[in-house]
């Protein structure tokens, strides 16, 4: 279980960057200031809990970015409907995809994060 998280965890990220690096927005040129909120987890704790503490912070996102549409009866895909998107798709979505706009003042931990709690 704990070593599919790693996995999944790492392959998020590494989709998240790849997002990033063959978009051309601006935004995701900078994951750095980021960065530190996912690493110091890594070494330290179980990547089960790097993956709890994606999800709390994709949960957060999500209640003030997304919610106000995509919840449950509003007239957006809602969660569960996104969930069927998958983490890469809805990554895509906020970073070169429909959500662009949405997407653009996300990070892309941010983006990550919110599409781990979407599909968790
Ligand atoms: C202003 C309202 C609004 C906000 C805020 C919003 N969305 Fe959306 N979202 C929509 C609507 C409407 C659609 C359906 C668009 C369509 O299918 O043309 C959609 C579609 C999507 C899709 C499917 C895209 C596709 O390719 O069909 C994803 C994934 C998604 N939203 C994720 C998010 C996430 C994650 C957030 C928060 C970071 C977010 N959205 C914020 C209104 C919103």
Do not use: W, Y
Not at 51 to 78: D, K, L, M, V, Y
Not at 90 to 111: F, P
Request: charged share 10%.
């Amino acid at each position: 279980m704990i070593k599919i998280s790693t996995a999944v965890v790492a392959s998020f990220a590494l989709l998240a960057l790849s997002a990033c690096a063959t978009t051309t927005s601006t935004e995701t040129a900078t994951p750095a200031p980021a960065a530190p909120a996912a690493a110091p987890a890594a070494p330290a704790a179980p990547a089960a809990m790097a993956n709890a503490a994606a999800i709390e912070a994709g949960q957060s996102t999500f209640q003030t970015r997304c919610a106000g549409c995509h919840r449950e009866g509003a007239s957006a895909p809602s969660p569960a409907a996104l969930k069927g998107f998958g983490h890469a798709k809805i990554v895509e979505a906020l970073t070169t995809g429909k959500m662009m706009r949405q997407g653009s003042s996300l990070t892309a931990d941010d983006k990550s994060n919110v599409a781990t709690f979407l599909t968790k």
